[in-house]
């Protein structure tokens, strides 16, 4: 399996982004999937996932707080594709965001992968 992001660029603070990463490969569910970030220095944080739940009631999307209310997630499994939607963007949202999947190939277990980072930088 393999993860595709792209979407990242240099934005002025207030502006909006969209990333999009694309899954690849030998799938059977895709039980997760959505974006971390990281800083020279930091450790990576998580932004937003996307979970599968055994039924679509189940889905549900989680957020760091840091970018509740200014970010979206939103899948299409249909395409194998996570999108973040990136909106009042600030400074402090400058980061190279990473791509992460839980997948399954197989019916008895999930494997973790994890795509290139894009840059996100954000202009004071």
């Known amino acids: 399996v393999q993860l595709q992001a792209c979407g990242g660029g240099l934005v002025q603070a207030g502006g909006s982004l969209r990333l999009s990463c694309t899954a690849s490969?030998?799938?059977?569910?895709?039980?997760?999937m959505g974006w971390y970030r990281q800083v020279p220095g930091k450790q990576r944080e998580l932004v937003a996932v996307a979970t599968t739940g055994t039924m679509i009631s189940d889905d549900s999307t989680r957020y760091a707080d840091a970018v509740k209310g200014r970010f979206t997630i939103a899948k299409d499994y249909g395409k194998n594709t996570v999108y973040l939607e990136m909106n009042r963007l600030r400074p402090e949202d400058t980061a190279v965001y990473y791509c992460?999947?839980?997948?399954?190939?197989?019916?008895?277990?999930?494997?973790?992968?994890w795509g290139r980072g894009t840059l996100v930088t954000v202009s004071s």
């Open positions: 490969g030998s799938i059977l569910r895709i039980n997760a």
């Open positions: 992460n999947a839980q997948i399954s190939d197989d019916p008895w277990s999930s494997n973790e992968y």
